[in-house]
């Protein structure tokens, strides 16, 4: 199974986008209809605690839940990047090839909204996130390059 459009929208210059990648299986870019291996498109939004951006929009084609592994591929590659795709099921096989890469599988009912998804990953985000979401941060953010000047500060030495 090969990509077969794929549609990204161009940050302005100078417009950083700091915060995570989430992917939703949807055919109609309002609500998550989509299993995941079946899925004949994704959006995908970059999420910050303020503000969500759509980045790209991504066609397969129509696919059967029919176990072929085959089909994975390409779209395990699209969502490089991604902290987490909403779908409404995924399977097992699925399940362990998204958390290999670092990309948390959200199971969600039929017909969820995706903005109400964002809203509630915002909410989360300002409140304190769960471990995914944190673990998911840290992965964008980095290591603190300054963590160690506290120690030094207070006379540690190795």
């Known amino acids: 199974m090969t990509l077969e ?9 100078g417009d950083e986008l700091i915060g995570l990648k989430v ?10 209809n989509q299993h995941f291996g079946s899925a004949q498109s994704f959006a995908m939004y970059h999420v910050d605690p ?14 059967a839940q ?14 490089n990047g991604c902290a ?15 958390l290999a890469r670092g990309i948390q599988p959200m199971k969600v009912s039929e017909n969820a909204e995706i903005s109400d998804l964002i809203e509630s990953l915002q909410d989360e985000m300002r409140q304190g996130p769960s471990s995914w979401v944190a673990k998911a941060i ?9 963590r160690f000047d506290d120690m030094e500060a207070e006379g540690w030495s190795e």
């Open 84 to 98: 987490a795709v909403y779908c409404q099921a995924a399977g097992s096989s699925a399940v362990q090839q998204l």
């Open 23 to 32: 992917a939703f299986a949807t055919t109609n870019m309002k609500t998550v």
């Open 5 to 13: 459009r794929r549609m990204r929208v161009v940050a302005p210059e």
């Open 66 to 79: 029919d176990g072929n592994e085959d089909k994975l591929a390409a779209k395990l590659d699209m969502l």
């Open 50 to 63: 303020e503000r969500a951006v759509l980045l790209e929009a991504a066609e397969f084609g129509k696919l």
């Open 138 to 146: 840290e992965r964008v953010k980095g290591p603190d390059m300054n």
